[in-house]
């Protein structure tokens, strides 16, 4: 059953859907517990979602996937704004951005935290997001698949998490009302006053690495129930650690009534600020804005409660069924040449992906790769040139029914409205622009892994302008896009390519920093241009926050050999000055056809590094083995500080090095490891990568095949 049809049947039962719509979402289909899905493994774990009694319950041990789904990156801090190196530098960097969309491919029973699929969901453009909240709801674990119970609770997936938080963005879990059962059960107060819910979504959130809650209360609430749950958010907010983060959807009254004000108002900020008392941190306003009237009134409810607009309302724009083309303009929000009244919300961004007619070929993903860029960087595809190009205002009242909802010249992009953040503060930096998705997997520049696959948990840094491209002259600039046929490490590269000559020399703009050069930092670069001995016509460009307007280049020079070429550079001549951006050009005295694809970038600090730990306690704790592949779970002890990544190999026969997963975490579970002919046993190798790059020594372990 996949969750479209499951929705049918919930609004024939008379069950409110809401804000997932009439329609809701189409997803691969899913399957029970005891019936796993086709190509779900027997043994794989898999996410679910915790009703009353399973929150109540909760722990690690009993969870019994839980030590899985942990997020264990940390959020990253963010870099001060700086407007000079902006895309729009006269932009305000106040107006924050919360995303509420689901993750892979919205599975009710297949939710994985990595899986051998390339043709899912990965989200691309996280400097935009300040606040991700997963979207959708799961079945309670042993939910059957012909009636699915569905947990108040669903967790992020933590691969999502770990992306955010590399990005600097905050992670929240979902709840939604309605469910089955009797919603009191959550409400349960013990004779000191606490609340045992309250108290495990807290437990839960530190364990699973998450950053709070979405709460969408979309059902008429009996008045004591309301009441209580003030009470009990309320307790929440005041026992959660810092930085934890509660989003209230415009849903319920304080006397329970569902009545969706679309605004912030008296009527509805005690969910917000009760009295003098915080109750959530933020308000997601439903969408309804005929005028600019609901938002007014939010910026003013807003100050005179105290409180910052910015920080406590977040006006939703709602794309999942609208797509490029919601029925209210976002310059509402956002007055054309007025500072924004409010912060923004989106509901439903993954539409550029699920709304794809194909977007289960692998073949065919680039579409969706373009819908994206347009979606986030605008209709040009390039955060500097935003803004609709064709607008139709819509009637007055939203019948529901999409119009012209694939048109991306209706969307302004959300680069229009929401400057670009960046967390590349501190050396050493290093990407390999490796997108969390692959159609292979590379190591050191070699082919190490020929099957499909998806783990947002190791997506890079990935450039903060995609694409901010200018030509020189009078032709047009080359072409920007990830390659998936060819990567250094990971499973792409960054490619530019297209006709180059006198005319058309291209600057690529890819990276907002602000990196202190005290002395000794090196910068390393590695690329392929297919050719050796020639001149690779590429050279990379510093910008510094005392001359933010011109580049600083420092030439690749020649290659040479056909396939990586790794150059590094001292930065020592620059020493007291702040690297505020980074980008390339290529360029070439004659006309012709010209490729580079960029392996790795690399900003690296001045000592040299020390090699990792060799991990220990590395460990097969279980391989269930059937017609030559195996199922296995691997741990080993986890070091919290100076490690990157993990990552576990094998040496195949001819003396190749077949890569078997990349994890920060302190376990992995493998899907399908091939026996090799006559192999008794296989070894895996573990090795620790520091943030630079470097890798320890390896840990083993072996799988026995007998």
Request: glycine share 8%.
């Amino acid at each position: 059953m996949d969750r479209r049809t499951f929705i049918g049947l919930l609004g024939a039962a008379g069950v409110t859907v809401g804000l997932a719509g009439p329609a809701g979402l189409t997803v691969a289909p899913a399957y029970a517990a005891t019936d796993p899905a086709p190509g779900r493994a027997p043994h794989q774990p898999f996410m679910h979602g915790y009703n009353a009694a399973s929150i109540k319950n909760w722990s690690p041990q009993t969870d019994r996937y839980a030590k899985y789904f942990r997020s264990r990156v940390p959020l990253a801090t963010r870099i001060a704004p700086f407007a000079a190196t902006q895309a729009n530098p006269a932009l305000a960097t106040g107006p924050q951005l919360m995303n509420l969309s689901y993750d892979y491919d919205n599975s009710f029973f297949t939710a994985y935290k990595y899986n051998d699929v390339f043709a899912r969901r990965l989200l691309r453009f996280w400097q935009y997001t300040d606040l991700y909240a997963s979207w959708h709801g799961m079945p309670v674990d042993g939910s059957p698949t012909s009636n699915p119970e569905h947990g108040l609770i669903n967790l992020p997936n933590p691969a999502y998490t770990d992306a955010a938080h590399r990005n600097g963005a905050k992670s929240l879990g979902c709840w939604f009302w309605p469910r089955s059962g009797a919603f009191s059960d959550y409400l349960e107060r013990r004779a000191d006053g606490s609340f045992p819910v309250a108290d495990k979504l807290i437990e839960m959130a530190d364990y699973f690495g998450f950053d709070g809650y979405f709460i969408n209360q979309e059902a008429t609430t009996a008045p004591a129930d309301a009441a209580e749950l003030m009470e009990m958010l309320t307790y929440l907010r005041a026992h959660a650690p810092e930085g934890f983060h509660l989003q209230w959807y415009d849903t319920i009254m304080v006397d329970g009534k569902l009545d969706y004000q679309n605004q912030l108002n008296d009527k509805n900020a005690p969910w917000i600020q009760n009295g003098e008392t915080p109750v959530n941190n933020s308000l997601f306003a439903n969408y309804w804005m005929p005028d600019d009237e609901q938002v007014e009134t939010s910026r003013r409810t807003a100050e005179k409660l105290g409180l910052d607009p910015y920080e406590v309302v977040f006006h939703g724009t709602e794309n999942e069924k609208y797509g490029y083309n919601p029925p209210y303009d976002t310059r509402l929000v956002f007055p054309e040449g007025k500072p924004a009244r409010t912060s923004w919300a989106l509901f439903g961004s993954q539409f550029v992906w699920d709304r794809y007619p194909d977007r289960d070929n692998p073949d065919a993903q680039d579409g969706v790769f373009q819908r994206e860029r347009r979606y986030w960087s605008g209709p040009n595809e390039d955060p500097t040139r935003t803004g609709r190009t064709e607008y139709v205002p819509w009637p007055y009242e939203d019948d529901g029914k999409p119009r012209d909802a694939d048109n991306h010249k209706k969307w302004d992009g959300v680069a229009r409205y929401i400057t670009e953040r960046s967390v590349i503060g501190s050396f050493p930096f290093v990407t390999r622009f490796n997108t969390g998705h692959g159609r292979a997997f590379f190591l050191d520049g070699h082919r190490a892994g020929d099957r499909d696959w998806n783990n947002a948990s190791i997506q890079d840094i990935l450039p903060t302008w995609q694409f901010w491209t200018r030509s020189a002259g009078s032709g047009a600039p080359l072409t920007v896009d990830y390659d998936y046929t060819l990567a250094h490490d990971g499973g792409s590269s960054l490619r530019i390519a297209g006709d180059l000559g006198p005319d058309n020399t291209t600057t690529v703009r890819l990276f907002k920093t602000a990196l202190k050069v005290t002395g000794g930092e090196r910068l390393s670069v590695t690329f392929t241009t297919g050719r050796a001995g020639a001149d690779s016509g590429l050279e990379v460009g510093l910008i510094f926050a005392d001359a933010p307007t011109r580049f600083v280049w420092l030439p690749a020079g020649r290659t040479t050999n056909r396939s990586w070429n790794t150059v590094v550079r001292g930065l020592g001549v620059f020493e007291g000055r702040t690297i505020a951006a980074i980008g390339v050009r290529v360029s070439s005295p004659r006309q012709g056809t010209y490729a580079v694809n960029l392996g790795e970038l690399a900003l690296l600090a001045g000592e040299r590094p020390a090699r990792p730990q060799t991990p220990s306690g590395f460990t097969v704790d279980a391989a269930h083995v059937q017609d030559g592949t195996a199922e296995v779970f691997l741990s080993w002890r986890f070091q919290d500080r100076g490690v990157w990544y993990y990552d576990v190999y094998r040496d195949l026969p001819d003396g190749r090095r077949e890569v078997v997963g990349r994890v920060r975490d302190e376990v992995y579970y493998v899907k399908a490891l091939a026996r090799t002919e006559g192999e008794a046993t296989t070894t895996l190798h573990l090795v620790a990568v520091a943030p630079d790059g470097t890798r320890s020594a390896p840990a083993h372990a072996q799988v026995h095949w007998a």
